[in-house]
């Protein structure tokens, strides 16, 4: 006897690759700052003399740097965590905000188009973005930089076996023209 297991929804987050790329780029920039800091600080003067008479200035900024850089990384997490789409039988919903919550949803019998964007990094690195087409909303929601995105194209394909994708594009007249957006 085959045991058949039956999800009533998935979560789907932005790529941790992203959420890492953006932490490291707060690491750089706050070490770009602290290091331009300390050179416009002792910019003309002896590093020496410098660094006896105002050691305490510059431990000081630099523990201020600090909190504002972990400030920024939880912020990022935060956002990361609190950003994210759930796929129903029905739905697909958008939640996002960390304080201020935002709910989109879209109703899956409505969506008539799927696109899958992955560039470079994104192949090389497994993530892209799936832009759905609602005809009910007349709007495009986009997926967007998710882990994976061919394999919950095929979760959207199998939850709507209808479901256009733009390689089976012909002729859509109810979808606006790309210079009409």
Avoid at 103 to 111: D, G, M
Avoid at 121 to 135: A, K, P
Avoid at 138 to 143: G, I, K, L, V
């Amino acid at each position: 006897m085959e045991n058949k297991i039956t999800l009533t929804h998935l979560n789907i987050r932005e790529s941790i690759t992203i959420l890492l790329a953006k932490l490291i780029l707060v690491d750089l920039l706050s070490s770009v700052v602290v290091v331009s800091l300390y050179l416009v600080v002792v910019k003309g003067g002896d590093l020496t003399h410098f660094a006896s008479e105002s050691t305490l200035i510059f431990l000081v900024v630099f523990a201020i740097m600090g909190v504002i850089k972990l400030g920024f990384s939880i912020y990022i997490v935060l956002l990361w965590l609190n950003e994210y789409y759930e796929i129903t039988p029905e739905t697909v919903v958008h939640k996002s905000g960390i304080i201020f919550r935002k709910t989109q949803t879209y109703r899956l019998e409505e969506i008539r188009l799927m696109d899958v964007q992955e560039g470079f990094l994104g192949e090389l690195f497994n993530f892209g973005t799936i832009t759905l087409y609602d005809t009910f909303l007349n709007r495009f929601m986009d997926m967007y930089l998710i882990h994976n995105p061919h394999r919950y194209a095929k979760v959207l394909k199998k939850l709507r076996p209808n479901l256009e994708t733009k390689k089976d594009r012909v002729n859509l007249p109810l979808m606006p023209q790309e210079d009409e957006l």
